[in-house]
């Protein structure tokens, strides 16, 4: 067993009678009663409350004020829940106030050294955002709805400001794409799939109806669909230009990925892309020279003159601010 399970052992042996010798848990992770030692030490310095007595009927117990499970974190772990924790609150997460709880058990857990450093490490990290209430007790609602498989009644201001429109949805999922909640759902009105933005739900109630998910659903295929499809139908409508662009295989898959709905063919070391014309005039041309030697632009022409004129744009200001 691993260092860390055999410890979490130890701290459910200590929970399930009130005191246990050394020898007597080393015979039950089958390890020597040396490395039950430097176990209990690693356990202790972690915060665990393990007493020790000695005597004939003597023994290592936990203090009786310790109900809750044990924190078995690494340094890096705890940093870890405590920036994401700062993600979740920045972005109207709907159950921010149990998740001050939580973290407040962390903390009260924590000896000195991890006090001291996640005190370094959260000080100077934060997200910050607006904040809208009614946004985050949407979600909460939303939430509860998706876990339940409960069908919702909303108004729904699809046109923002036009009036809201009462739909009857089967909430399928709650996602956060691109700074914004959305909710994935099965409108009744509609009969198919579609996505709401949580900000545009201007009322929701609960029904006494139930829902169930088709199996083969997927969040993560529904969503790059519907986005795919989305910045599709945005280049159809303008006018568009062909890109060609080659390098090594990984450049290509990162580009393939980042233009995913632009991607008209593709190989081992070339794509082909109809992207706006606006984006190849007015974006393109210092995207790409940020990536240097590692693509060519085959086609067209006007793109290559684009960005020999942002590099040679570069090199003049570097050269007229020369370090001296």
Known sequence: MAKWDNMLTIVWLLRSRKSITASEMAEKLETSVRTIYRYIDSLCASGVPIVSESGHEGGYYLLESFREAPLFFELDELKSMFHAASFAQG????????????????????????????????????????????????????????????????????????????????????????????????????????????????????????FKRPREFSVREYVDRQWYQRWRALEMREPTVNVHLQGNTEMVDYLCHYFNHCLMERNDYEAYFKISAERVSNMLPEFLVSFGKCIQVLEPESLRIAMAEVANGLEKYYRLNELH
Do not use: M
Request: net charge positive; with cysteine; proline share 3%.
């Open 91 to 210: 972005l109207n997460y709907p159950y921010e106030t149990e998740l001050n709880k939580a973290l407040d058990k962390i903390q009260h857990r924590l000896n000195g050294k991890q006090q001291d450093y996640i005190e370094r490490h959260t000080s100077g990290f934060d997200v910050i955002s607006a904040q809208n209430e009614s946004v985050a007790f949407l979600l909460q609602q939303v939430e509860k709805a998706v876990a339940e498989s409960r069908t919702l009644d909303v108004f729904y201001d699809k046109r923002r400001g036009a009036g809201p429109d009462k739909r009857r949805i089967d909430p399928y999922a709650l996602i956060y794409k691109e700074n914004n909640w959305y909710i994935i759902a099965y409108c009744h009105l509609r009969q198919a799939l579609r996505t709401f933005r949580i900000d545009r739900v201007t009322f929701l109630t609960p029904t006494e109806h139930f």
